[in-house]
């Protein structure tokens, strides 16, 4: 995370183009990018979200159909929702629909769910989050053992709404086959014991959360950032003092859960050498798991990029970056936007310096992934209106915006516009706003 003012927390991908971002001309990355799904590390949570649309049925295909139904980076209409057994989620010719109990009409546009790849979970409410719109996030640093519970409560809780009771849950368990029950028994099992989790029980008491990816720690220098920063909790970051120990250091994350690493790269203190970037790059790699990079700074980008990094946490702001960098980021790297992060609103010099340059890495074909890094100030909770707008001063049109905010396979939460979508650059962003999180719960009146 960080702030205007350099003073605040740091913290990955999925398709669109592989990251799941705007991408003009998107995608090489695919390849390259292979590793940055949606919920990559993270099945358990996927599972139990998906499962969410079939409450009360264990194993039933449910449908769902609406006015219109924004797929594939355009609005369609004549389109339903196939809720798949395993709770994917594909658009099919509406007439495909059978009616009845296993569809539900909504008014208005469903479209992949919303995410927001850059948020800090101890810093804020995210239960709130989610009521605003926002069906997944990616934690980019924080305390592993705090994070994983609240991850698992997550799931755990899209797990009971899909049961919708205890009752349908007892009788899912019981027609599940027994490999299937096995993790949810095991996540139980951990959780009954976490002391973490007796504090989630009295923070979030029966409120619904979004799905979390999370990276774990940040991966820093000796003494590097953010470990000099106050709402840095301790056990937030995790120093790697040699390229030998970045192994350890990744094994540590992943064991732990993280679907992605997070590094730092922060010139207002020491900084990791590129050697030992490097082996954490590698390390992580091998294990099929991304690296996001906090750059901040001159030559950090450079550096994030020569190290083979696959995303930025941030839209580079401390400098315009030159053209040739540019090219070079465009073509093997994402960059989640946090532009809103400067100013907040009000006019900023690092923000013009952020937009300007993320309008010229998707000129060159750079994949954007919409980020808030939410907990860094008053930023609003759930979908932010104004970082939607800066991603347009950027050049983003609406559906851009929208690839930049969802992921184009293996959907396992569907978001609802109850109004109708409207692409209008002018009304885009306010209509967005007012997105919910479709789930077993949300069943409106038929159309």
Not at 185 to 206: I, N, Q, T
Request: charged fraction near 20%; include cysteine.
């Amino acid at each position: 995370m960080t702030t205007a003012d350099d003073t605040s927390p740091a913290p990955a991908p999925a398709p669109g183009g592989c990251c799941g971002g705007s991408a003009k001309g998107a995608c090489g990355l695919a390849a390259r990018l292979a590793a940055c799904t949606p919920d990559a590390g993270s099945a358990a949570g996927s599972t139990a979200s998906a499962a969410a649309f079939s409450a009360g049925s264990a194993r039933r295909i449910e449908w769902l159909l609406a006015d219109s139904v924004w797929w594939g980076g355009r609005l369609r209409s004549g389109v339903a929702l196939r809720v798949a057994p395993d709770g994917v989620v594909k658009p099919v010719p509406a007439e495909l629909a059978p009616g009845g109990p296993d569809t539900r009409r909504f008014p208005g546009t469903l479209l992949p769910g919303l995410v927001d790849a850059h948020v800090h979970s101890a810093l804020v409410d995210v239960g709130t989050v989610r009521a605003g719109g926002i069906a997944a996030v990616w934690d980019l640093g924080g305390v592993p053992a705090a994070v994983r519970a609240l991850a698992e409560r997550a799931a755990a809780a899209a797990e009971q709404t899909r049961s919708g009771a205890v009752a349908a849950a007892d009788q899912a368990e019981r027609a599940a086959p027994a490999a299937e029950q096995a993790p949810s028994r095991a996540v139980a099992a951990d959780r009954a014991e976490s002391p973490a989790d007796a504090g989630l029980a009295a923070r979030y008491p029966a409120v619904k959360l979004p799905r979390i990816r999370y990276a774990g720690p940040f991966l820093i220098a000796p003494g590097g950032y953010p470990s000099d920063r106050s709402w840095a909790a301790a056990g937030s970051w995790r120093e790697v003092r040699s390229a030998a120990d970045a192994g350890a250091a990744v094994a540590e994350a992943h064991s732990a859960g993280a679907g992605l690493i997070k590094v730092t790269a922060h010139t207002g203190g020491p900084q990791l050498p590129e050697p030992t970037l490097r082996a954490l790059v590698d390390a992580a790699h091998a294990a099929g798991l991304p690296v996001v990079v906090h750059a901040e700074g001159p030559g950090t980008v450079a550096a994030a990029l020569a190290a083979g990094a696959d995303l930025l946490a941030h839209t580079p702001w401390t400098e315009r970056i030159d053209d040739a960098l540019l090219r070079a980021c465009a073509a093997r790297m994402c960059w989640i936007s946090t532009l809103d992060i400067h100013g907040w609103g009000e006019p900023d010099p690092a923000r013009e310096i952020a937009v300007d340059n993320l309008r010229r890495f998707r000129e060159y074909g750079g994949t954007i992934r919409y980020g808030t890094d939410l907990g860094n100030g008053p930023l609003p909770p759930g979908v932010n209106v104004r970082e939607i707008r800066a991603l347009q001063s950027a050049g983003l049109p609406p559906d851009d915006v929208l690839l930049a905010m969802t992921d184009s396979d293996s959907i396992t939460e569907i978001s609802w516009v109850p109004g109708g979508l409207d692409l209008d650059p002018e009304r885009f962003a306010d209509i967005l706003a007012t997105a919910r999180v479709v789930d077993a719960d949300v069943r409106p009146a038929a159309l």
